[in-house]
């Protein structure tokens, strides 16, 4: 069973940035470099989407178009962490952020408690 907590949430300006970060323990056999990563965020009264996600190798990722050119997502597999990198942050932003790792093996994937990001002035 892994453990994912998510961090770096809060409250910023719109145009603003923030940087959150997933840190991922509980391995016994596979490590990190076995899950492909993904970023969801939910918004009140709203269906939880998909942000962004990255493979297990990082070589590829995918960004929904809402956040295209102003998100980036990274991991880093040495130390078990992922990241999101926002930036130009609108209103329309604004939701709790979700961190969720997937097996390349099978179907196990395990979800972060989420973290909430409010953009407003």
């Known amino acids: 069973q892994l453990q994912l907590v998510e961090s770096g949430g809060g409250l910023v300006q719109p145009g603003g940035s923030l940087r959150l970060s997933c840190a991922v323990s509980?391995?016994?056999?596979?490590?990190?470099?076995?899950?492909?990563v993904g970023w969801f965020r939910q918004a009140p009264g709203k269906e939880r989407e998909g942000v962004s996600c990255?493979?297990?190798?990082?070589?590829?990722?995918f960004y929904a178009d809402s956040v295209k050119g102003r998100f980036t997502i990274s991991r880093d597999n040495a130390n078990n962490m992922v990241y999101l990198e926002m930036n130009s942050l609108k209103p329309e932003d604004t939701a709790v952020y979700y961190c969720?790792?997937?097996?390349?093996?099978?179907?196990?994937?395990?979800w972060g408690q989420g973290t909430q990001v409010t953009v407003s002035s």
């Open positions: 509980g391995f016994r056999r596979y490590t990190l470099d076995y899950y492909g």
């Open positions: 990255i493979s297990n190798s990082g070589g590829s990722t």
């Open positions: 969720n790792v997937r097996s390349v093996l099978g179907p196990r994937e395990y």
